[in-house]
């Protein structure tokens, strides 16, 4: 059994903006199943203490440089045992809107100071400071919102081992040098081997430079992000640590309880492996919901995602109406908000095509998973993909993945094509090149696989088969814990 502090900045069911919040739940979940005692640290945002109905304060703590101490408010997990630490400091936590910024978009100004206090009561309750009476072994940190954790902690006698987690390198909590000077953190950070990224404040740094080891959620992407391509001026520094044996790709799992098409509340009609045709009536809610035409020959094309230059939305849009101009039998349900221009261009979408196309803009987890289970293809064309949760709760689903060869994408869909296709191995389709036209090859390859009812419903059951719970990934970061624990006691 080990001791396990985990650290996040968003948390499902409590607080969430994509992936990073189911890892932060399923993740400590399935440690704590295994024996494990996982406590998770959170910010104590408004939207999270609303969520909740029993929490009470279990320390108060003092940390340098700040007026007011801050709390430690303890809760669990909603229909969970895991133990929830959320860090209640109302001046950075406790306002209208989300975790990163106003609900109008955009980041909150005061982001540097909000993560620098979180990540400083991180290393605080990391080193068992305060009244909770409790030393983790591990502390465990998950990207740059926890950052300055593990480097606030690095020179400490009796520290637990650090492990920081690279969701996307893409946000990397990057402020100028004045912020550095306005949050008093030590001078000897400021280096290139520290906290200095060209002359900015790099949060992410943070993680990378001082933990005793890094992972991200995908073999793919740990390489990936040690290339020019991917590295964002950090691959240097990733090669080094990769080269000392010192980061990891585990791929991410999901909760199969959450997505669970067999038992899953949101869906029409609940179906498994063994019965697959109830899938069906889940597809024609869907196109009712979506104002579509009731048809169960037409290709049903689900997308739910942050709608970012990262999730290839542009390459989807153009590839789309390239079929539908040329009147492929298919339809397009779409769920998803962020980028205004991405947003526009799936209304004009749907306006120019009303009965082929159906858009909800917004964040809806009810609809998602009705998509998840009505669709007969998920459309993922990442530019790029640490890991990706979406095409793994649609394998679940037997609604097959359109992905790019990219990331924990490309660890987690097998090609409908030569080899895999015919010995039954295949579970989706992929492609290389980020362009609308690839991605429109691929999408012609489903469609006429989907006339083929015997060898989609193989398919779809190849799909259904695969197991991405947490039982492997838990155990590779078990292992990882144990061996860096040995490694600090040295
Ligand atoms: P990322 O974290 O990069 O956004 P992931 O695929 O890892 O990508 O995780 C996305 C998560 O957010 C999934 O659980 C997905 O269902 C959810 N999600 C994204 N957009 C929406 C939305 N508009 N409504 C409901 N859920 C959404
Ligand atoms: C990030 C990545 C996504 C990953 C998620 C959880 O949001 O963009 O690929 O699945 O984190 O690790």
Redesign the pocket.
């Known amino acids: 059994m080990r001791k396990v502090l985990f650290a996040s900045s968003e948390v499902h069911p409590l607080i969430?903006t994509?992936?990073?919040a189911?890892v932060s739940a399923s993740l400590p979940i399935a440690l704590h199943k295994q024996g494990h005692d996982v406590r998770i640290i959170l910010p104590a945002y408004r939207q999270c203490l609303e969520a909740l109905t029993e929490f009470h304060t279990v320390a108060t703590i003092k940390l340098d440089g700040y007026h007011s101490p801050i709390e430690i408010i303890q809760s669990t997990l909603p229909d969970t045992d895991v133990t929830l630490w959320l860090v209640n400091s109302p001046e950075h936590f406790d306002r209208n809107g989300g975790a990163y910024g106003p609900k109008s978009g955009g980041d909150w100004e005061d982001n540097a100071a909000r993560f620098a206090l979180f990540s400083r009561a991180i290393a605080a309750v990391a080193m068992n400071q305060g009244q909770l009476d409790w030393l983790p072994e591990i502390l465990h940190c998950n990207d740059w919102q926890t950052g300055l954790a593990p480097a606030l902690i690095a020179d400490l006698p009796n520290r637990p081992a650090t492990i920081f987690t690279i969701h996307?390198l893409a946000y990397q909590g990057l402020y100028p040098r004045s912020s550095f000077d306005a949050l008093d953190l030590p001078k000897s950070f400021w280096h290139s081997e520290g906290l200095e990224f060209y002359d900015m404040l790099s949060f992410m740094k943070g993680g990378l430079n001082y933990s005793d080891h890094i992972t991200t959620v995908s073999p793919t992407y740990a390489d990936e992000i040690c290339t020019y391509e991917f590295g964002y001026g950090l691959e240097g520094l990733l090669v080094e640590r990769a080269k000392q044996g010192e980061l990891t790709g585990i791929i991410n799992g999901i909760d199969l309880d959450e997505w669970n098409p067999e038992t899953d509340k949101a869906l029409t009609k609940n179906y498994s492996a063994h019965t697959i045709r109830n899938k069906l009536a889940n597809k024609t809610a869907l196109q009712q919901h979506f104002a579509l035409p009731l048809k169960e020959d037409v290709l049903v094309i689900g997308l739910?995602?942050?709608l970012v230059s990262?999730k290839g939305i542009d390459l989807s849009i153009d590839a789309i109406a390239t079929l539908l101009d040329a009147d492929e039998n298919i339809q397009l349900v779409c769920?998803?908000?962020g980028e205004a221009s991405f947003e526009q261009d799936l209304r004009v979408l749907r306006a120019r095509y009303p009965d082929k196309v159906g858009v909800t803009i917004?964040?809806?987890?009810h609809?998602?998973h009705q998509i998840e289970a009505g669709s007969d293809v998920f459309l993922m064309p990442s530019r790029f993909e640490p890991?990706?949760?979406?095409q793994l709760?649609s394998l679940r689903y037997g609604t097959l993945p359109i992905v790019r060869n990219t990331g924990g994408l490309a660890d987690s869909v097998v090609d409908a094509s030569g080899d895999d296709l015919k010995h039954n191995l295949a579970t989706g389709f992929k492609f290389e090149a980020a362009t609308a036209e690839a991605l429109e090859e691929t999408l012609l390859r489903a469609i006429a696989l989907f006339r083929h009812p015997r060898i989609w419903r193989r398919l779809i059951l190849t799909a259904m088969e695969q197991n991405y719970s947490w039982e492997k990934s838990s155990q590779s970061y078990q292992e990882l814990y144990d061996s860096l624990i040995v490694k600090l006691a040295r």
Request: aromatic share 8%; glycine share 20%.
């Open positions: 969430k994509g992936g990073l189911d996307n739910i995602s942050r990262q769920l998803g908000s917004g964040y809806d987890e609809l998602a890991c990706g949760l979406n709760y």
